[in-house]
């Protein structure tokens, strides 16, 4: 998997640019606030259709213009696809592929597969479970394009749910929906617990062994799923799923219109980390609480290579200034077999590394070092 060029348009804090990359390893320099980490994120914009760091469309739109555009050539499954996304201030995103229309982000998703590190995933284990939901979230709907969908519809139905849940006392007949949403939120939600828990227990498989390389064998990494309580065993069919979900919202019902609250339901789940059968959240160290998140993250990757016998494009956005020299050596030398892209500033100096390119940006513009 290659992404041989990239065209921006009023992205970010570009106006205009076009950049080719090499097929391997790809050096972004520049000071900062020139716009490293942007270029970063349009890569992963075209693999999921949604930023990282974006809370709206508006805020990818260069400031001061109406409309945005990121453009990718690329190679997948030996196939050549032009990925482009369109933006614009209050109108509809379009996706295309191949200059064909895509009506939904799950017929986009999985053509160009990334993992992205960026300085905040070091604190994913610290964080609320929110983060952790949003990590299994960007990597299974790249996997999976059902699950984007399922995804998609689970969130839409529990929006509505809040706000019936929020304007009942006002409107008491909204009540009357309620039972025909918790229904459909039981069908989207056993699909999001089934396609979670399949990818958690091959995340189980991958992060340990390489948590211990990180550690030289001295801490034991475990993951557990933790989600609905009436969901015994989160790998079985998704009709049993299904049954025990209705289950747990009845049992919730009056609580939830007492609280006005969703307290029932797959967006809630965690994903729990224990070193050496204690929480890494709570009693881990700062290296520690690192590298069971550098594990994680690299655990995907090897995932998507197994999924696909491809490794997916690796974006490390800034991420290696952050870590002490034995962890940037060990994640250097375990970002081999695929096309990958790293920022820096200009007075670092990745020694270990080969690099295919060195593009520096200065200015909004990509200049290509000469070697």
Not at 63 to 87: D, K, Q
Request: with cysteine; net charge positive; proline share 3%.
């Amino acid at each position: 998997m290659v992404v041989h060029s990239i065209e921006l348009e009023n992205w970010r804090s570009y106006g205009q640019v076009k950049a080719s990359f090499a097929p391997d390893i790809n050096v972004i320099t520049g000071d900062n606030a020139q716009g490293k980490t942007n270029l970063l994120e349009a890569i992963a914009y075209l693999s999921a259709c949604r930023s990282h760091r974006a809370r709206t469309e508006g805020e990818l739109i260069r400031i001061g213009e109406s409309r945005a555009a990121v453009r990718g050539a690329l190679t997948s499954r030996s196939r050549a696809f032009r990925l482009e996304v369109r933006m614009g201030r209050g109108i509809r995103r379009q996706m295309f592929s191949n200059g064909v229309r895509q009506k939904t982000v799950a017929e986009m998703s999985g053509i160009l597969k990334t993992v992205l590190f960026c300085p905040e995933d070091l604190n994913l284990i610290r964080a609320g479970a929110v983060e952790r939901r949003r990590f299994l979230d960007d990597a299974i709907c790249q996997l999976r394009p059902r699950y984007a969908a399922a995804l998609s519809e689970y969130k839409r139905l529990l929006e509505q749910k809040r706000r019936i849940l929020k304007d009942w006392p006002e409107k008491p007949s909204l009540l009357e929906l309620l039972d025909d949403f918790n229904l459909r939120l039981c069908q989207t939600g056993a699909l999001v617990i089934h396609y979670r828990a399949h990818f958690i227990k091959k995340l189980a498989q991958y992060a340990p062994p390489i948590h211990g390389e990180f550690s030289s064998g001295r801490e034991a990494l475990s993951l557990h799923y933790q989600t609905v309580k009436t969901v015994t065993d989160p790998l079985a069919p998704t009709l049993t799923i299904y049954h025990q979900l209705q289950e747990h919202m009845a049992g919730h019902r009056q609580a939830e219109i007492d609280s006005k609250s969703c307290l029932s339901g797959p967006h809630k789940d965690d994903l729990l980390l224990n070193l050496n059968g204690v929480s890494v959240r709570t009693y881990g160290s700062q290296g520690q609480t690192r590298t069971a998140a550098l594990s994680l993250e690299l655990a995907e990757r090897e995932i998507f290579f197994e999924n696909d016998g491809e490794y997916p494009v690796l974006l490390l956005d800034d991420v290696l200034s952050e870590l002490d020299p034995r962890r940037q050596e060990f994640v250097l030398n375990r970002i081999g077999g695929g096309q990958v892209f790293i920022t820096c500033c200009e007075n670092e100096r990745l020694s270990e590394l080969r690099a295919g390119k060195v593009l520096h940006i200065r200015q909004g513009a990509l200049v290509e070092e000469e070697r």
